[in-house]
C-alpha cells in the first residue's frame, strides 16, 4: 500500500524554466512533508519541508506548496540549474502523532536539459 | 560540515552470515534512523533510536536487531542472511525528538551472495 505516491517517474525540463514534481498521498493523519533529492550513490539529501499548518514554504530556489484537502504538495526549483538533475522524494510523517519515521514516494528523476 | 558516517560503504556477505552496518550522527544530534532501500524502490523504515532506547520499528525482520550507543552511534547487526536483504541501507540523524529534518549518510551497499 503506497500511501505516498509521486505519478511522474521522470521529468525533463529546460535550463532555466520551471520544474515541477507533484506528490499525492492518501494518509490524512501525515501532518509534515519533506522533499529529498538524490543523486546515485549517495544518501538522500534534504532540501525543504512543509507543515500541515502551512500551504507554502519558500527556500531560495525552491518552494514546495500543500493543498491538504486534496493531499497533495509539489516542489517548484526555479529557475532549473543542470546540478539539479536528480531523483527527487517526497516524504512524510506524522509528527503530532510523535511518530517521525518517513514514509518516502516512488521518486521522480528529474533531468535538466541545458 | 559534518555529515552523518557509514561504514562500510560496501559490504558482500554470503548468505547465511552475519553483517554489521556502524552509522555516526551528525554531531550533537541524539536520534538516528535506519532505512533499507531495494532495487528500484523507495527506501522504507526499519527502525529508530531516540537517546539509546529504541523508540519506533517498522518492517524490519527477527534476523535483524541495533542499538545505539553512548556516543550515540547506532549499529544494525544482519544474521542469516538472505539474498533478499541486498539493499542499501541507509542511517540518518535528527538533532532530536521533534525536530523532522532527516540528514542522510551515504548509505551501505550490502549484496548477499
Known amino acids: 500500500d503506497q500511501q505516498v505516491k509521486q505519478n511522474s517517474p521522470s521529468l525533463s525540463v529546460q535550463e532555466g524554466r520551471i520544474s515541477i514534481l507533484n506528490c499525492d498521498y492518501t494518509n490524512s493523519m501525515f501532518d509534515y512533508f519533506l522533499w529529498y533529492k538524490k543523486y546515485p550513490a549517495e544518501g538522500p539529501t534534504f532540501l525543504i519541508s512543509i507543515s500541515s499548518i502551512k500551504d507554502k514554504n519558500e527556500d531560495g530556489r525552491f518552494t514546495v506548496f500543500l493543498n491538504k484537502s486534496a493531499k497533495h504538495l509539489s516542489l517548484h526549483i526555479v529557475p532549473s540549474q543542470p546540478g539539479d538533475s536528480a531523483v527527487y522524494f517526497c516524504?512524510?510523517?506524522?509528527?503530532?502523532?510523535?511518530?517521525?519515521?518517513?514514509?518516502f514516494g516512488t521518486g521522480t528523476r528529474l533531468t535538466i536539459i541545458p | 560540515a559534518a555529515g552523518v558516517i557509514q561504514s562500510p560503504r560496501h559490504l558482500i556477505k554470503e548468505k547465511r552470515e552475519t553483517a554489521t552496518l556502524k552509522c555516526y550522527p551528525i554531531?550533537?544530534?541524539?536520534?538516528v534512523y535506519w532505512y533499507q532501500q531495494g532495487p528500484g524502490q523507495d527506501p522504507q523504515f526499519l527502525i529508530s533510536f531516540y537517546e539509546k532506547m529504541q523508540s519506533d520499528k517498522g518492517s524490519i525482520p527477527d534476523r535483524f536487531s541495533a542499538q545505539q550507543f553512548s556516543d550515540y552511534h547506532s549499529e544494525l547487526n544482519m544474521s542469516s542472511l538472505e539474498l533478499g536483504d541486498s539493499a542499501l541501507y541507509f542511517c540518518a540523524s535528527s538533532l532530536t525528538k521533534g525536530y523532522y529534518e532527516q540528514y542522510f549518510g551515504p548509505g551501505t551497499r550490502l549484496t548477499v551472495t
Open positions: 516524504a512524510a510523517l506524522r509528527a503530532n502523532f510523535g511518530n517521525e519515521k518517513l514514509t
Open positions: 554531531p550533537r544530534h541524539d536520534t
